[in-house]
């Protein structure tokens, strides 16, 4: 049973960092990748972030690029998500989740999610 577990959230100052965590078990954790989402309250769940187990090949979307840096630890089956100099405007529910093959931005192409860690950013 593949299974996602999310930690790591928190209620940080602007400017502030987290480190979130994706644990992942039931698949075998090189042939696929894995991504975060989020989602704010009123809004659509969007791309963050998705890394390539397999040849570390990583995306990140522009609104994060140079302060969110998503890593893997094959050892230990899990994706990190290193969030630095956070905006009030990054707080929302982060998920991360995964599928066959390589990055998609649109959260409908992944098949197995992770039941998210709440990020809030106070200004």
């Known amino acids: 049973e593949v299974q996602l577990q999310a930690s790591g959230g928190g209620l940080v100052q602007a400017g502030g960092s987290l480190r979130l965590s994706c644990a992942a078990s039931g698949f075998t954790f090189d042939d696929y990748a894995i991504g975060w989402f989020r989602q704010a309250p009123g809004k659509e769940r969007e791309g963050v972030s998705c890394i390539s187990t397999w040849d570390g090949n990583t995306w990140h979307a522009n609104s994060v690029k140079g302060r969110f840096t998503i890593s893997s630890d094959s050892a230990n089956n899990t994706v990190y998500l290193r969030m630095n100099n956070l905006k009030p405007e990054d707080t929302a529910v982060y998920y991360c989740?995964?599928?066959?093959?390589?990055?998609?931005?649109?959260?409908?192409?992944?098949?197995?999610w992770g039941q998210g860690t709440q990020v809030t950013v106070s200004s």
């Open positions: 989740a995964t599928r066959g093959g390589g990055c998609k931005v649109a959260a409908g192409f992944y098949g197995y």
